[in-house]
């Protein structure tokens, strides 16, 4: 049958309820959340006169719940005029309107009976067929439907969010004993499709798959820890990016998750898995019990294994558990890998490390390698969906079977063996059939090594994805140390980034450059866009700095002009050109995605221009940009000057969105023609696919404008005396106006006495200037340096 979702009912409005509202708001559905009616008044509504029969006083704790949710940072909506798609109410009055609902997800309190009780109540109104999951970390899904009708059971399973559901990618999906196959496979496309998950399949065994690897993982580090004598900032240091992990690591996650819920998952486990082999460790130290006991939760009660006393950050001590300043941590091993871009190929030489980073890796590793070999066929079949489920729950770059390939399986038999461990036999048998890699790449997919057939067999679900590191060489066309261009397939190639951040220095425009010379000679069109954890985070300023302090301004002068040339040659090429940005888009990765002809936007993009944070304008075309696009919105017997404002306003402020959604409010996206993809990793196929739409409607080549309205002296008038007012009430510095006078001058035109017609050739020529002057200046100088040693910026 086909299965539609318009509305969702969520019961349960905690921070995890309001979350999974909120996201399935984002992507445009119709959501009720219920929650439980108060059992008293407050004193506040007391005064009011309320009574508890009063509509507010019933509704409270849904509305409290939902209002701090959509306060709360990060926000878990992509854009606040979102949140009107959620309808509250109370599961006394409002339960009967779930009959409208095409999905009930129960998300209440993680008590069997409780969630039972729920269950019995939503059946009295849930119209046969409609899907009812339960979002539970660990309660056994088997249980929670017992004496429930039978379409109840059919259409029932676990369908586990990962906190916050916004950001976090897994979704596990866990049948009951009698969850229909067509409801599987329908929640596991849905996931992929419009939630923008990672969905994973998996059985129904305590803390399914994502938390029993990663509860695994922290408290074997936890003991680990103790045995090895090793400090909080340490840990931290060697779990953290060095290994493709969050900056926040170990110590500092559970502060932000709060020690409280590791534990609670930590002792379910205990209690769940009496067989495990690795049973012990899930016991929690006595350091954990202590801080438990004095309630150093973390970030929710001020204080966990971090503390910060008014600016400074305080580590516990773990022996004496009392807090003590932070200690830098350093190793000669981290040392070694500095050169190494990629976290994958830095796994060899931590290994092997000589000092007790190397020992904390060679224990640590053969943990989890043999944790996780001996995890199948109990939790799942598929070595793939464990690597998936770190990857998109705990955000690791790589999991543990990825990283056992790049250490070399038989290493890593090593290493266990060493440890004293026992791994799992189809480890041995998979190496004697001729399998020597847990993961092999063919025609631009991927295959994981299957147990039963012993044989590599495709990773499903990909036929939806380009996947770059599948393609990198054997579709090679052309590269740099800065760039690659790839073919796609069906005339369309790509341009990838892969500079230090994905900063576009000489080599990068290079590669955009020959990019499009390529697909105008022998391609129908062009995406630009990458895999790596952000799109570009804008212009090298590193060599700006170089050249503004050696005064070399006609050198300066050349690289700018060769940038702002660059996007006019990205905007008026013969063939489509395609951005495709995600996370930090900022400065000239902005400009390349305003000078596209589509962007093709994850919904996770943080887009601005901010170069006011360097002390510049926009360079690259950015601040021509958006004059353009302003007075394309001027119509006859509109107030141009406000619309003006606007935009220059998004460029002084250095706005960047917290989503792409909100892009469009600042004028960077353009409704109508840009467009946004919930799940990142269809998004350089969609790119793709809307390249050649372009191409194949007939694209011509665009006509260089020179029809751009500029308002003169009128418009720099009024940002004159916008910018003098602002200085005057302490809002902005003396350079901060500088930089806000230099952009007014070119997004109005110059000095112009009155309204006049002119070529993007002038403001780009005014924009050059504007940069080229501010770059002599020595606040700005000041600027740029900050944000490359400190990598914040300065406001002097």
Known sequence: MKRSIKKVAVVGSGIMGSGIACHFANIGVDVLLLDIVPKELTEAETKKGLTLDSKAVRNR???????????????????????????????????????????IIEVVVERLDIKKLVFEQIEKYRKPGTL???????????????????DFQKHFCGTHFFNPPRYLKLFEIIPGPKTSPEVLSFLNEYGEKFLGKTSVVAKDTPAFIGNRIGIYGIQSLFHLVKEMGLTVEEVDKLTGPVIGRPKSATFRTVDVVGLDTLV????????????????????????????????????????????????????????????????????????????????????????????????FYRKNFAGMFAYVSNRIPEI???????????????????????????????KGIELIKAANLNYASWVDEMLASGNKTFYSVNNGATYAYDIPSKSQKKVPGQDAFIILNNIRENKKVWGNSGATIQDLGDGILNLEFHSKMNTIGGEVIQGITKAIDLAEKDFQGLVIGNQGANFSVGANIGMIFMMAVEQEYDELNFAIKQFQDTMMRARYSSIPVVAAPHGMTLGGGCELCLHSDKVVAAAETYIGLVEFGV???????????????????????????????????????????????????????????????????????????????????????????????????????????????????????????KIANKLAYVMAGGDLSEPTLVSEQYLLDLEREAF?????????LERIQFMLTKGKPLRN
């Open 264 to 359: 609670h998952v930590a002792n379910g486990l205990y209690e769940g898995v009496p067989d495990d082999e690795a049973h012990e460790l899930f016991k929690l130290p006595d350091f954990v019990s202590k801080m438990m006991e004095n309630k150093w939760l973390g970030s929710k009660t001020g204080q966990g294994f971090y503390k910060k006393v008014d600016k400074d950050i305080l580590t516990l001590d773990l022996d004496t558990l009392e807090y003590r300043p932070n200690k830098k941590a350093s190793f000669t091993t981290l040392e070694l890998t500095k050169s190494i871009d990629k976290p994958i190929d830095r796994f060899k030489v931590l290994i092997g490390g000589k000092d007790k980073a190397g020992e």
């Open 61 to 103: 704790i849904v509305n409290e719940h939902l209002q701090n949710a959509l306060k709360s940072k990060p926000s878990p909506i992509y854009h606040q005029k979102f949140a009107s798609r959620i309808t509250t109410g109370n599961t006394t009055d409002d339960l009967a309107k779930i009959a409208d609902a095409d999905w």
């Open 615 to 737: 002390g510049v304008i926009p360079g690259g075309g950015g601040s021509k940009e958006m004059t353009v696009r302003a007075q394309d919105q001027f119509h006859k017997d509109d107030v141009e000057l406000n619309i003006l404002q606007q935009y220059f306003l998004a460029v002084a402020m250095a706005k960047v969105s917290t989503s792409a959604y909100e892009a469009f409010d600042t004028g960077i996206l353009q409704k109508g023609k840009d467009m946004i993809v919930v799940n990142r990793d269809r998004q350089i196929a969609e790119a793709k696919k809307h390249a050649l739409i372009l191409a194949e409607a007939g694209y011509t080549q665009p006509i260089r404008r020179k029809d751009i309205k500029v308002l003169g002296k009128q418009a720099l008038g009024m940002f004159m005396v916008g910018t003098d007012s602002m200085l005057a009430g302490n809002f902005i510095s003396e350079h901060d106006k």
């Open 132 to 150: 009812i999951t339960s979002n539970t970390s660990g309660i056994p899904i088997h249980f929670m439907s017992e004496g429930r009708s039978e």
């Open 772 to 780: 080229l002057s501010l770059c002599t200046e020595r606040k700005t």
């Open 380 to 410: 799942t079949d598929d070595l793939y969906k464990i690597d998936d489920a770190m990857k998109a729950g705990f955000g690791w770059e790589n999991g543990p079977f990825e990283i056992w390939d790049a250490v070399g399986v038989e």
